[in-house]
């Protein structure tokens, strides 16, 4: 039967809060700028100059947070024994672990160049409170990496959300803006509300919170591998599902997604895209592999019931959608929101990769080198849209006709990114998508043979994707110039378009350089943490999953209890 | 293998150049002519880097060999060098920590391409070399191309030329070299076509790329041979594994190496690279043997890409025509460094030659040096008879190489880079007075010019090997060496004879040009009226290559009685124990040397100086085919068009005619019938395929529509949406698992 969690209330020791000090930080900055608006400059200076010392305050915050968080990584600054993922954070609901370490390097390193590229131009009158908000959402972005628990995640991913519903509304003036933050709010609070349930089913199957007790608690009470049978355990899946889909723009949980993506000032618009998919990603593979990784697939065939199918099916079909709606539309921004939509699917097919493939850290770490580079890829064309909103006044595909001649380096940039984003070699496009489809073929037993349809399905929809892709290149590159284009480029978006592109580039050379750090967050990734002493205790079942990857469910052969247990049926 | 940071200086001092040459292809538009400084500059850098790094490495700069020469077996120290490892490629090897342990299954063995880059006392030299000079010469271009419309782009190429030159010395990688090899390959095209406007030039440009070509494609055979038997691309490693005093002996007493050393089966033994055996204990290994053969055949095909890249006969008829470039482009390129990359590439592979090979080099060498002096005894362009001269001094070099005078050779390249890159600078001033090549209307521009004149001559002393000049010594180590070879080897006398005879040609025809050009009075006064010196911009950097001509071969003691400074530098990263030459013999060689540079220089003197006694007109009379023959260097062009251009062009030909009567009517015939029916199926194309391709187009637009038809946008739609497809996917997923 379920029992209480039991959460000790150990108060955490100074490390505890120094590894926390990046996030701490920018908690701290949200405030700090937040203030700086209100008591300070606020009717006394113009809304550019404000925007202006407020923009480049955020910058150095978000700058220090990067630093703080790259001097964690550095060798020395912690033992590796603390890093290593035995050690419980904050009473276990926070791991840091190399991964957290090193995936809140990325996200920050998002929100530094999202930072830059909102001071481009001021679309909104509250500055203090956009910056602020851009902070807060980065702490439950990061939180929500690191979280180990399921109210701890909750609570993180509200906090991402709800941060950013505001950011969506905030572009003054715009109707667009309003009405696209209150569907986002709507159906957002939907889908969180579906996905509470679900988490509330889960707590109820097995009585604990802590993503690992989970784990454990499935795989002691388990009668079948996968969901076969259990229809309890098909309906918690399925509503924390629903939770995960809408925040990655799955289908059919998509719909907000090209309004919100197309009325939301055009930084928050690559935010939401880059930070909070990539924070989701991480969450959705931590909970699928941590927690519910007995719910994954049956030994042996992976056409059994589990997320593994029912993932597999709700990625072939986001591809799809995604990007045949990309096909026909003029507007970029949306073309970007269905092509998003899209790349959603190829990520869930890395995770149902993570779920089968025999090598599941390379797995984990070309899904996590395909977030890195699909977020840089992401915020350089964004801010090509940032752009557009701002300098010609609308975001059509036309309006970038002839931007190859006019300005040739920010173009030849964007040329880079989409070609990326087309999955063209020798950009990292290209090896993301390579690694992890190479990976969801890679699964061990017969399931080679059962899910080469969904690669067969990624790589169509790779093709198709071309066309709209390409369309726009034409546009750079074979259309004559508008009268409108080219007349200034602001820094900022010229700044985040290089980056992503030499960032593109060089990735694509040598993805080694990334997919080595990586690969070996994908183990901390896929590590749980010790069992706590005082959480649920753990039987003499002989599963110690600490500290080792954990084995594929469909390679292990562990002896089962025949004895019925509370979730079955 | 350790990395040293030295490593990092030369790593920039190559990629500084590489910079420049970005920029300029970049913002030639916005640079204009300031790409001329900023590529200046930029070898200025590399300059300042390699002399730091020289001076860094002087304290190791201590022969290793000079004592032990002699306690053969001893195992040989390996010259000490600063090295570091990049990993280029690795594809495969990428094993996440802590899972190295366990084995993929089914795994193939990683492809690793490791770019490797060492600096030894040879390459350290060759550096401060090559970067003194290509600033001198980018210097002296600034003021020399002034008026060219092409002005940027020129130094655009000199700046990627510097980077792949300098690379190509950097790099202990045989991946490397090869490329930068055919990088400096291209810088050459390009610079020798670079008036393209006028056809020779480009014919010129194409020939030495062709020719240069046919080297190559005995380089990579050679390239590949070496990989398949030793599986590395690391020229050291190659070079440690046959580090075996024994085979080197073997190979200086012109024998195959004994059972010892390798089987009587022809195998040669790899001496630092044991297999360990799988499966058994730690320590068991079996040795690694190379085919002796496979060791000739890659020794024959690096020295093929050699040839090509030195112009040593029969490959040297590019060079020549080469100087078609403009001149700072043949001082740097065609006189001091891009040809003696080639003698370079032998002296680094050194230990891999086997004595069939080095004989082959020697004899090539001496062909090449005989071929290049008489040759240019008969031109009367001056810039051609430099050129020859070139091929002459460069199969010296080869000579010396071959005979295992390893730091002779070297030397000499030292030596000659610095006094024939003043001898190509001297005539770009010359040609910037008088604008012609011909010295027959030339004459008496010693006053006119006094310092060109002055530091020309002070390069034609070196090169003829007058003593107490730079070549003086270069060329008696190498003649030291040849001797002592054909005194260990009475029936290689021949090579002696023909670089005696080489020596004494030289040193006529190198001050027969002098003499010409600057001596006596003018033959044509219409062209000395407009002669007039140089700018000092073009004066300068011919001033410090005198000096540098002068003294670069100088001993401490400045008379031949050490072994002269550079050249003991050089001998710091000699391979192995290469051939001791005894004092009596440098001694005698020293006699030879004075006496035939000195006999040349008083025959010139007698014919072509303002105290000439005889008249070459009445010589040149009665020797008149002999010196057709000469003139047209030997009639090897002619007779390369007729054995293999005009062959291959008759094939082309009648190829060309077979396709045009033959072919093309069949195809013609076949066309008008494939038209009768293609008609039949464009028409199915235009209903049937297109049709499909469209409905495909068209299905795949309206599904997009479709599924935007769902996009209302309105928020009560979504949530309905979000309902039913939760419910769907609850029943659907509660029917599938039951």
């Not at chain 1, 509304?169 to 579906?194: C, D, Q, V």
Request: proline share 5%; hydrophobic share 55%; aromatic share 12%.
């Amino acid at each position: 039967m379920p029992t209480v969690p039991v959460i000790p209330s150990v108060w955490p020791s100074s490390s505890e809060w120094f590894f926390l000090s990046p996030v701490l930080l920018m908690a701290f900055w949200g405030v700090l700028v937040l203030m700086l608006d209100v008591l300070v400059l606020r009717n006394r200076t113009l809304l550019s100059t404000r925007a202006k010392w407020l923009g480049l305050t955020s910058l150095v915050g978000a700058l220090a947070a990067l630093g703080l968080a790259v001097g964690l990584l550095w060798p020395g600054v912690l033992a590796t024994d603390v890093l290593s993922a035995n050690e419980e954070f904050f009473n276990g609901t926070i791991a840091f672990d190399a991964a957290s370490a090193l995936l809140q390097v990325v996200g920050i390193g998002f929100l530094v160049l999202v930072i830059g590229l909102s001071m481009t131009w001021v679309f909104t009158n509250e500055q203090g409170e956009y910056y602020a908000l851009l902070f807060w959402s980065a702490v439950g972005m990061i939180l929500m990496i690191e979280a180990e628990e399921f109210m701890t995640l909750f609570v993180a991913l509200e906090t991402m959300t709800i941060s950013i519903y505001i950011l969506t509304g905030l572009e003054t003036g715009s109707k667009r803006s309003s009405e696209a933050a209150l569907k986002y709010l709507i159906y957002g609070s939907a889908a969180s509300a579906l996905f509470l349930f679900g988490l509330s089913w889960v707590y109820g199957l097995t009585g604990t919170t802590r993503l690992a007790a989970v784990g454990r608690a499935l795989v002691e009470s388990r009668t079948v591998e996968g969901i076969g049978g259990q229809w309890t355990s098909g309906l918690a899946l399925l509503l924390v599902l629903a939770g995960f889909g809408f925040k990655v723009a799955s289908v059919p949980f998509h719909q907000w997604t090209p309004d919100v993506y197309e009325g939301a000032p055009a930084p928050v618009t690559a935010w939401i895209a880059s930070g909070s998919k990539f924070a989701s990603f991480i969450a959705m593979i931590k909970v699928l592999m941590l927690a519910l990784g007995t719910w994954s697939v049956d030994t042996g065939h992976l056409q059994s019931p589990g997320w593994v199918v029912i993932l597999s099916i709700l990625a072939a079909v986001s591809m799809t959608y995604g990007n045949l709606a990309a096909l026909g539309q003029q507007n970029f921004k949306r073309m970007l929101a269905y092509s998003s939509i899209a790349h959603s699917g190829y990520l869930l097919v890395g995770v149902v990769a993570i779920g089968v493939s025999s090598q599941r850290t390379e797995a984990t770490g070309a899904v996590l080198y395909y977030l890195c580079t699909y977020g840089l890829a992401t915020l350089g064309t964004f801010a090509v849209a940032a752009w557009l909103a701002h300098d010609v006044g609308s975001d059509q595909i036309d309006d970038l006709n002839g931007l190859g001649f006019r300005r040739p380096v920010p173009a030849f940039c964007l040329a880079i990114l989409l070609l990326s984003l087309i999955g063209v070699p020798p950009l990292a496009g290209f090896f993301g998508k390579m690694l992890m489809f190479m990976e969801a073929l890679n699964a061990g037993g017969n399931g080679g043979i059962a899910l080469t349809w969904l690669v067969v399905v990624a790589l169509l929809n790779s093709v198709v994707s071309a066309f709209y892709y390409v369309r726009v290149l034409k546009a750079l590159y074979l259309r004559q110039p508008g009268p409108a284009i080219g007349k200034s480029f602001p820094s900022g978006v010229i700044w985040t378009l290089v980056i992503a592109a030499v960032a593109t580039v060089g990735f694509g050379l040598n993805p080694t350089a990334l997919l080595d750090p990586l690969g070996g967050a994908g183990i901390s990734l896929l590590t749980s943490p010790e069992p706590a002493s005082s959480g649920r205790p753990v039987d003499s079942n002989g599963i110690t999953q600490s500290a080792t990857v954990p084995e594929n469910p469909a390679q292990t052969q562990v002896p089962v209890a025949p004895a019925p247990s509370a979730s079955a049926r | 293998m350790t990395s040293h940071w030295q490593v990092w200086l030369y790593v920039a001092a190559v990629f500084i150049p590489l910079v420049a040459f970005a920029t300029g292809v970049l913002f030639r538009r916005w640079l204009r002519s300031w790409i001329a400084w900023i590529a200046t500059g930029a070898i200025f850098c590399s300059f300042l880097l390699s002399l730091i790094g020289f001076l860094g490495f002087i304290p190791h700069l201590k022969s290793s060999h000079g004592e032990s020469s002699q306690s053969d077996h001893a195992q040989v120290a390996i010259p000490f060098a600063w090295t570091a490892d990049f990993e280029w490629l690795d594809i495969g090897s990428r094993l996440l920590p802590g899972l190295e342990s366990e084995p993929v299954k089914g795994s193939l063995p990683a492809l690793r391409i490791p770019v490797s880059i060492r600096i030894d006392a040879l390459t350290v030299v060759l550096f401060v070399m090559v970067s003194l000079i290509a600033t001198l010469i980018h210097f002296y271009s600034i003021a020399y191309m002034a008026e060219d419309p092409r002005y940027s782009w020129f130094f655009t190429y000199l700046s990627l030329f510097c980077f792949s030159m300098l690379a190509l010395l950097a790099s202990d990688s045989l991946f490397l070299v090869f490329m930068t090899w055919e990088l400096v390959g291209i810088c050459s095209y390009l610079l020798i076509g670079f008036w393209y406007e006028e056809k020779t030039n480009v014919q010129a440009a194409n020939k030495a790329f062709i020719v240069n070509r046919i080297g190559d494609f005995g380089f990579l055979i050679g390239l590949g041979v070496l990989w398949t038997s030793f599986g590395t691309f690391s020229i050291s490693e190659i070079n440690r594994e046959l580090a075996d005093p024994g085979l080197r002996d073997a190979h200086l007493r012109l024998t195959r190496p004994t059972a010892t050393h390798g089987d009587p089966g022809g195998l040669v033994r790899l001496s630092s690279r044991d297999q360990v055996v799988e499966g058994a204990g730690p320590g068991t290994t079996i040795p690694l043997f190379v085919s002796y053969s496979a060791l000739v055949v890659a020794g024959l095909g690096i020295f093929a890409g050699c040839m090509g890249k030195s112009a040593q006969f029969p490959l040297h008829v590019w060079l020549p025509d080469a100087m078609a470039g403009p001149t700072p482009v043949s001082a740097l390129i065609h006189a001091a460094t891009m040809v003696a990359a080639g003698v370079y590439l032998v002296g680094r592979f050194f230990p891999l030659f086997t004595h069939e090979v080095l004989l082959f080099i020697a004899y090539i060498g001496a062909i090449s040096l005989v071929i290049g002096a008489t040759v240019a005894v008969v031109q009367t362009d001056y810039k051609r008879l430099l050129a020859f001269s070139t091929v002459s001094q460069l199969g010296f070099m080869m000579l010396g190489l071959g005979v295992g005078g390893w730091s002779a050779g070297l030397f000499h390249l030292v030596t000659h880079a610095f006094f024939k890159s003043l001898l190509f600078l001297g005539a770009g001033n010359v040609f910037h007075a008088v604008h012609t090549f011909e010295m027959a209307s030339l004459g008496g521009l010693r006053t006119r010019m006094p310092v060109t004149a002055r530091m020309m001559l002070v390069a034609t002393l070196a090169s003829a090997g007058i003593p107490f000049f730079s070549g003086f010594y270069s060329k008696d180590a190498v003649l030291a060496s040849v001797l002592q070879f054909a005194e260990f080897h009475p029936g290689h006398t021949i090579l002696v004879v023909l670089p005696l005879l080489g020596s004494f040609l030289t040193a006529f025809y190198i001050f027969r040009m002098w003499f010409l050009i600057f001596d006596g009075e003018p033959r044509s006064e219409q062209i000395a009226v407009h002669a007039h010196e140089a700018p000092r911009v073009m004066t300068l950097p011919i001033t410090i290559l005198a000096i540098f001509a002068l003294v670069v071969g100088y001993p401490w003691t400045i008379l031949p009685l050490a072994t002269p400074v550079v050249e003991a530098w050089i001998e710091a990263a000699e391979p192995l124990a290469a051939m001791r030459v005894s004092a009596g013999v440098r001694w005698t060689a020293i006699g030879f040397s004075v006496l035939i540079s000195l006999a040349g220089t008083v025959a010139a003197t007698l014919f072509y100086s303002r105290f000439k006694l005889f008249s070459t007109r009445s010589i040149l009379s009665d020797l008149k085919p002999l010196r057709t023959f000469l003139f047209n260097g030997w009639f090897l062009d002619r007779l390369y068009r007729l054995v293999f251009v005009l062959p291959v062009l008759g094939v082309a030909r009648g190829v060309g005619r077979f396709d045009h009567h033959g072919l093309d009517r069949l195809v013609n015939e076949t066309a008008r019938t494939t038209r009768g029916i293609s008609k039949l199926g464009d028409a199915f194309d235009r209903y049937v395929v297109d049709g499909l391709a469209r409905g495909i187009g068209w299905t795949l637009y309206g599904l997009g529509w479709l599924g935007r038809l769902i996009q209302t946008g309105q928020i009560r739609t979504y949530v309905t949406l979000l309902s039913v497809a939760m419910l769907g996917l609850f029943v659907a997923v509660y029917f599938w698992i039951r």
